[in-house]
Nanobody, 125 residues
Framework: VQLQASGGGLVQAGGSLRLACAASGRTLSRGDMAWFRQAPGKEREFVAA???????MYADSVKGRFTISADNGKNTMYLQMNNLKPEDTAVYYC????????????????????WGQGTLVTVSS
């Protein structure tokens, strides 16, 4: 499975961006999928997860501002980011795995097998 992330860029605080992650080699909807991010000097952290088997899941820091979705026809997942803040600045990674992840583990880096290359989001104040 290969994942190609895109859509990052520079935006002012309060602005919006939509990230995309195109998958090849497997139908994306057959497994759980997620977005993570990594700021400079920090560990990779969970942002949002989507599953065909349960409800979407969000980190508290992005709840109400970010939305994860997928277009099965395009085999692509998205992360709509609204009301961006400087603390959202990071490299954003998409991830997936074959099959279902136990809900309690969906926010863990080690739960995912396949990763995109990352796309940089910079939010200026």
């Amino acid at each position: 499975v290969q994942l190609q992330a895109s859509g990052g860029g520079l935006v002012q605080a309060g602005g919006s961006l939509r990230l995309a992650c195109a998958a090849s080699g497997r139908t994306l909807s057959r497994g759980d999928m997620a977005w993570f991010r990594q700021a400079p000097g920090k560990e990779r952290e969970f942002v949002a997860a989507k599953s065909a088997f349960s409800t979407n899941m969000y980190a508290d820091s992005v709840k109400g501002r970010f939305t994860i979705s997928a277009d099965n026809g395009k085999n692509t997942m998205y992360l709509q980011m609204n009301n961006l803040k400087p603390e959202d600045t990071a490299v954003y990674y998409c991830a997936t795995r074959d099959g279902r992840i136990i809900p309690a583990f969906r926010n863990r880096v080690e739960s995912y097998e396949y990763w995109g290359q990352g796309t940089l989001v910079t939010v200026s104040s």
